[in-house]
């Protein structure tokens, strides 16, 4: 099955600076890779996507980027706030999502 | 539009004590999944049902763990005998569109066995 890795997990980032989260993954008929915050005691939420016939997609402040060749996808935040202060998964999908370890990020006002 | 919506959301219980979880997934979804998220990992898929049908159970571990999604909405996932190491947070999600869409979570069921 696909084996999704995460990298790093945990991260701390002064407000205002930018944030990465890498993932690789191994299934090259993996397709879909969305991005997901978990808040504390809640239920993850999906906070951007990418699909594999796409290299980039951003959304304001976030944006996701996708090397198929090299099977690895990232997590750009810019502008950090202290309320992006979560942990984020990321997720490849083909015909099954799965998912990364996490990161927890910690923005620091 | 109401999300998903799980219960309970906290139990704890008694090793070899069953526990029962529900979800009401979003309406129209036709996809539901149950996952475990043990502390400090990412969710792990338990079963996956299309309608009332469950495609997908591989991983669920069948000798203590039932679920089951009557008349395709509401899902209910049992356990029974728990165990220690069932001590996790059940997440419940569903879709419109399976394994290619957003999945849209529930805030969980924290269980903890004693």
């Known amino acids: 099955g696909e084996n999704v890795e995460q990298h790093p997990s945990t991260l701390s980032v002064q407000e205002g600076d930018s944030a990465v989260i890498k993932c690789t993954y191994s299934?090259?008929?993996?397709?879909?890779f969305p991005w997901y915050k978990q808040e504390l005691g809640k239920g993850p939420q999906l906070i951007i996507d990418i699909r594999s016939n796409v290299g980039e997609k951003k959304d304001q402040r976030i944006a996701v980027t996708l090397n198929k060749t090299a099977k690895h996808f990232s997590l750009h935040i810019t502008e950090t706030q202290p309320e992006d202060s979560a942990v984020y998964f990321c997720a490849a999908s083909g015909n099954q999502f799965y998912f990364g370890t996490g990161t927890s990020l910690t923005v620091i006002p | 539009e109401a999300g998903v919506v799980q219960s309970p959301r906290y139990k704890i219980i008694e090793k070899k004590q069953p526990v029962a979880f529900w979800c009401n997934p979003i309406?129209?979804?036709?996809?539901l999944y149950w996952y475990l998220q043990n502390l400090g990992q990412g969710p792990e898929l338990l079963i996956r049902y299309e309608n009332e049908e469950a495609v997908d159970d591989s991983q669920l571990p069948k000798d203590r763990f039932s679920a089951e999604r009557l008349k395709g909405v509401d899902s209910t996932l049992k356990i029974q005998p728990a165990e220690l190491g069932d001590s996790a947070v059940y997440l419940c999600a569903s879709s419109s569109s399976g394994d290619t869409g957003e999945l849209f979570f529930g805030e969980g069921s924290r269980l903890t066995v004693l």
């Open positions: 299934d090259s008929a993996s397709n879909y």
């Open positions: 309406s129209g979804h036709n996809t």
